[in-house]
């Protein structure tokens, strides 16, 4: 045990520290509507990214701190929420006779998951975990531009690089080879208002709606931001300006 | 203290039995501060309203946090979706903590240049650092309770520290973790010791406080004061002051609760945690990060830890390591380039704690060790016997000579508190 412990203490204060992703990673850059402190969401682009989310991820990822009711933040009703939370189908129960059953899904329901635990998930993808969704933004430094390059960097490996079965190569990618397969392709899905559907539109859909998922409050927050912020600066002239009348009367020396 | 008379006879009824409102009176309105205090003496004020809204945020979090390994990080995130304000609560604490020590740092280094910590008041600065080694436990056990990647890794290496110590190393450890490694044990204590922590820091900052009214604050010149003439009472003139310092304080603390919150936290913590997949770089928070450079700097477990442990324990002593009777560095010339080496050097220690151990890191993190331990142990005591200071100013009102130094109080202040 304390061996063990010991070489783990070393071996994790000689990696390298600065969580930068890996290394020689290409990272593309695109413009987002919710960055800089007036930033909003894009709910046409994030109904879009939802319907892809829907149609293509959720057959690997689940989404599990999103409800339905959530999906209001989307722009859509309560009529068309009800509707989609009837397409899914939520275990619940036990029942007066102590039977789980299961019933459509409320818009008071979370989004149920792909997989009924983490092993089944990952006996499904080959060992590897699909993770959780909801959270990804976050979880990735520079998240936006992070998950716009990796849904868009899948290719051919260079030659001389190794893919082994299972892996594919992706230059966003940490280490290059993943084991999620390439997920877009562009014409996934046909979107309803005509938006671009390559695999570019497609993953800056899922961009817009990814970022919502992790901080469906970034609005809120960033209006709060800049009243909260207005009211500061002027407190700090104001303040200053009691402090100089205040301290007038001071004899400097 | 006397009993003073108040014109609501319900206050004056009281204070006669229990002099309260004279003890506020004397601590607040009459208290008599130097007249020249510069913008670095807002930063004791800030640390106080810093620690209070970290408790009654901490208090709000509390009461919706979950100390569970499986339910830890989703009450987090239902805190963050699902209560009213939770996210702007839960921002607020998170930066809290960091602005916590940015102002912390801020105010030590003002008591480094100004040689605060030299009689008569050492103990004030021993109180001051034993608030710095409780606010770095609880913040420490703070990061470990949404439970994700870096507050379990950040847990598992730093709690591992203590098997250096020989013989019951690792049993300490054990008894740390209430278990073999950590799990739930760990997080339900450190729930509980990270609600404790904050109020005993609370009842060390009252004697802080105690400690810092006997004698009254030091001041840019670090010459005593001798009379009405070199001060002002505490209300209102410092009182506004403080108020001016707040607002610009929260204006910063504002943009980034609202514009970055998470930026000074680490992308991992929004992974669950996970025992069985070690992150690929286990960093502590940034305020940590020269004191876990200093502990990789020594090749020696035991001695990291030590060194580390040591970096800290030579501030509880500086009073008796620096001998000169000046206090200020205005007036010591080659103390104030030392100073400015050592604050060089704590940066550089930051830098290199968020560095990979390897290479050229390895060697600069043990030059700046080298280099902090020095500084205390050798430089200060030689140049308290050394170093000829500059002639000092009869009093505060009456300085001999025009605007002492400049420096970094001299840059700082508003000309109205400069002596001229
Ligand atoms: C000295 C004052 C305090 C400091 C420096 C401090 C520091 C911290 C830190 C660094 C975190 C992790 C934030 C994150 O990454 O999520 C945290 C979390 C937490 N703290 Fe404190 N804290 C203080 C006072 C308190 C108090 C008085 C309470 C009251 C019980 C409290 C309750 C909590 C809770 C429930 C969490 C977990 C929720 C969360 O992670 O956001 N804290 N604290």
């Known amino acids: 045990m304390k061996r063990f412990l010991v070489s783990l203490i070393g071996i994790v204060m000689?990696?390298?520290?600065?969580?930068?992703?890996?290394?020689?990673?290409?990272?593309?850059?695109?413009?987002?509507?919710?960055?800089?402190?007036?930033?909003?969401?894009?709910?046409?682009?994030?109904?879009?990214?939802?319907?892809?989310?829907?149609?293509?991820?959720?057959?690997?990822?689940?989404?599990?701190?999103?409800?339905?009711?959530?999906?209001?933040?989307?722009?859509?009703?309560?009529?068309?929420?009800?509707?989609?939370?009837?397409?899914?189908?939520?275990?619940?129960?036990?029942?007066?006779?102590?039977?789980?059953?299961?019933?459509?899904?409320?818009?008071?329901?979370?989004?149920?998951?792909?997989?009924?635990?983490?092993?089944?998930?990952?006996?499904?993808?080959?060992?590897?975990?699909?993770?959780?969704?909801?959270?990804?933004?976050?979880?990735?430094?520079?998240?936006?531009?992070?998950?716009?390059?990796?849904?868009?960097?899948?290719?051919d490996a260079p030659a001389g690089k190794d893919v082994p079965e299972g892996m594919y190569y992706n230059a966003a990618y940490s280490g290059h080879l993943i084991a999620m397969p390439q997920p877009l392709y562009g014409e996934d899905v046909s979107y309803a208002d005509g938006a671009d559907d390559s695999i570019d539109g497609h993953a800056k859909d899922l961009v817009n709606f990814l970022a919502w998922t992790a901080e469906p409050f970034l609005e809120t927050r960033k209006r709060t931001g800049v009243a909260v912020l207005t009211f500061l600066i002027l407190l700090v002239g104001v303040s200053y300006g009691a402090m100089k009348f205040i301290w007038s009367d001071v004899k400097k020396a | 203290m006397e009993s003073k008379e108040f014109k609501n006879p319900v206050v004056s009824w009281i204070d006669h039995r229990l002099p309260i409102f004279s003890f506020l009176n004397h601590e607040a309105n009459e208290y008599p501060t130097p007249k020249n205090l510069n913008y670095f003496w807002n930063f004791g004020s800030l640390a106080g309203i810093a620690l209070v809204i970290m408790i009654v945020t901490g208090i709000t979090l509390a009461m919706s946090y979950t100390a569970h390994t499986d339910y830890a990080f989703d009450s987090v995130e239902r805190i963050m979706r699902d209560v009213n304000h939770g996210w702007l609560i839960r921002y607020i604490h998170m930066n809290g903590a960091s602005f916590f020590f940015i102002v912390v740092f801020i105010h030590i280094f003002r008591g480094l240049y100004y040689g605060s910590y030299k009689a008569p008041r050492e103990l004030l600065w021993m109180l001051g650092v034993l608030i710095l080694l409780l606010m770095m436990a609880t913040a420490f056990m703070g990061y470990v309770l949404p439970w994700g990647q870096m507050s379990f890794w950040g847990a598992t290496v730093i709690t591992n520290l203590f098997s250096a110590i020989p013989l019951v190393g690792e049993n300490i450890v054990i008894w740390l973790w209430g278990g073999f490694s950590v799990d739930n044990p760990t997080l339900?204590?450190?729930?509980?010791?990270?609600?404790?922590?904050?109020?005993?820091?609370?009842?060390?900052?009252?004697?802080?406080?105690?400690?810092?009214?006997?004698?009254?604050?030091?001041?840019?010149?670090?010459?005593?004061?001798?009379?009405?003439?070199?001060?002002?009472?505490?209300?209102?003139?410092?009182?506004?002051?403080?108020?001016?310092?707040?607002?610009?304080?929260?204006?910063?603390?504002?943009?980034?609760?609202?514009?970055?919150?998470?930026?000074?936290?680490?992308?991992?913590?929004?992974?669950?945690?996970?025992?069985?997949?070690?992150?690929?770089?286990?960093?502590?928070?940034?305020?940590?990060?020269?004191?876990?450079?200093?502990?990789?700097?020594?090749?020696?477990?035991?001695?990291?830890?030590?060194?580390?442990?040591?970096?800290?324990?030579?501030?509880?002593?500086?009073?008796?390591?620096?001998?000169?009777?000046?206090?200020?560095?205005?007036?010591?010339?080659?103390?104030?380039?030392?100073?400015?080496?050592?604050?060089?050097?704590?940066?550089?220690?930051?830098?290199?704690g968020a560095m990979p151990a390897e290479g050229i890191y390895v060697l600069i993190g043990r030059l700046a060790t080298v280099w902090y331990f020095a500084h205390f142990l050798i430089i200060l005591p030689v140049l308290s016997v050394i170093e000829t200071p500059r002639p000092l100013p009869q009093s505060i009102s009456q300085p001999i000579f025009s605007a002492a130094g400049g420096g970094l109080a001299g840059a700082m202040s508003a000309p109205k508190e400069k002596v001229e």
């Open chain 2, 188 to 352: 339900n204590r450190f729930f509980a010791l990270h609600y404790l922590l904050p109020f005993v820091i609370v009842g060390v900052v009252v004697l802080h406080l105690v400690a810092l009214h006997r004698f009254g604050s030091n001041n840019p010149l670090g010459i005593d004061t001798r009379g009405p003439q070199d001060t002002l009472p505490f209300h209102p003139y410092y009182t506004i002051k403080d108020f001016f310092g707040l607002s610009v304080f929260l204006t910063f603390f504002a943009a980034a609760v609202f514009f970055v919150p998470n930026m000074m936290g680490h992308p991992d913590n929004y992974i669950p945690a996970n025992a069985l997949q070690t992150p690929a770089h286990i960093v502590p928070e940034w305020y940590f990060l020269p004191f876990y450079a200093i502990l990789r700097a020594v090749p020696d477990k035991l001695g990291g830890v030590l060194a580390m442990f040591g970096a800290i324990a030579v501030l509880f002593v500086l009073p008796w390591l620096d001998r000169s009777p000046i206090r200020s560095a205005r007036f010591r010339p080659i103390f104030k380039i030392f100073f400015w080496l050592l604050f060089i050097d704590c940066l550089v220690l930051g830098y290199i």
């Open chain 1, 14 to 155: 000689s990696l390298p520290v600065l969580a930068a992703g890996g290394g020689d990673t290409v990272i593309r850059q695109a413009e987002w509507s919710f960055s800089g402190p007036f930033g909003h969401f894009d709910k046409a682009s994030m109904q879009r990214g939802f319907q892809v989310y829907r149609e293509v991820c959720a057959g690997c990822h689940s989404l599990k701190y999103i409800a339905f009711r959530n999906l209001a933040d989307l722009g859509y009703s309560e009529a068309e929420i009800k509707a989609i939370a009837a397409e899914y189908d939520v275990e619940d129960g036990p029942n007066d006779e102590g039977e789980m059953f299961t019933r459509p899904g409320i818009p008071a329901d979370r989004m149920p998951s792909p997989y009924a635990n983490d092993n089944a998930a990952r006996a499904a993808n080959n060992g590897a975990y699909p993770p959780d969704l909801s959270l990804i933004f976050k979880a990735r430094p520079n998240g936006a531009d992070y998950l716009y390059s990796l849904l868009t960097s899948y290719g």
